[in-house]
């Protein structure tokens, strides 16, 4: 947990939803934005999760947090969890598009049609139903306008081994970004897209132990605080809208990607 700064009164009316926020990124971003004053809806398939991550805020944050069991492949899931953000606040400035999943890594003719559609589902088709609301929702605000940001990753631009369905939802995100970027402007919204590149998190601790090269060899490879993800994500989402950070990368400086090495 960061100590909030003085921009908690800024933020004391801005309101923010976060998808995949029971866990890793998710979880370290919400709870940024807790810390920071922000009211923030805490969205993931599991309300468990959720509830166990808004209990690692302080109590005073914990009033400000709203946890939505909600499924980002499902239309009407990601419609309900946006109606009961809005229905609690009245507004919503900000989403960052966070909940992704990937397929196991194994060589692409192995890969099933139901472990590529469930990759597609969640990080294309996820980012896009909770774009589409929050284009809806953000027009309504007072005044119009708000800001999305998705979550990239290093992936859209360089792949790793066996990685098709998550390398190619990662891109398409990007092209998303790029059309979501123009088509908000007449709305006064905003969008980012931030590449993180192996924060340090469960799902991340497998690069500490070795994962698959390029060349067929097993490396080692450098990790980075996700502190420093929620801290950046937090930058965008502070930023007057007449300014935009198209896009970030925000990776362990060591890390295979520049020169892939």
Request: aromatic share 6%; glycine share 8%.
């Amino acid at each position: 947990m960061t100590n909030p700064s003085n921009s908690n009164t800024r933020c004391a009316e801005k309101t923010v939803i976060i998808t995949g926020a029971g866990s890793g990124i998710g979880r370290a971003c919400a709870l940024k934005f807790l810390a920071e004053g922000y009211r923030v809806g805490f969205a993931g398939r599991r309300l468990d999760a959720l509830n166990e991550a808004v209990a690692q805020a302080s109590p005073a944050d914990q009033t400000r947090a709203l946890a939505v069991s909600t499924d980002v492949s499902n239309p009407d899931s990601v419609k309900q969890l946006f109606e009961t953000c809005w229905a609690k606040w009245g507004r919503i400035d900000t989403i960052f598009n966070n909940a992704g999943t990937g397929a196991p890594p194994i060589p692409l003719e192995e890969l099933t049609y139901e472990q590529w559609k469930a990759v597609v589902d969640i990080n294309l088709t996820g980012s896009f139903l909770c774009t589409q609301q929050a284009f809806r929702f953000m027009q309504q605000n007072t005044p119009k306008g708000g800001r999305i940001i998705n979550n990239g990753s290093i992936s859209a631009y360089a792949p790793r081994p066996n990685s098709a369905p998550y390398t190619a939802t990662k891109h398409a995100v990007t092209g998303l970004t790029k059309s979501s970027s123009l088509d908000g402007r007449r709305h006064n919204i905003a969008v980012s897209q931030i590449d993180i590149g192996n924060a340090l998190t469960d799902m991340a601790f497998k690069m500490t132990q070795g994962v698959p090269q390029a060349n067929g060899q097993i490396a080692i490879e450098a990790v980075m605080d996700v502190q420093h993800v929620a801290n950046s994500v937090f930058h965008i989402a502070q930023m007057p809208l007449e300014a935009n950070v198209q896009f970030m990368t925000v990776m362990a400086t060591t890390m295979p990607y520049i020169g892939r090495g």
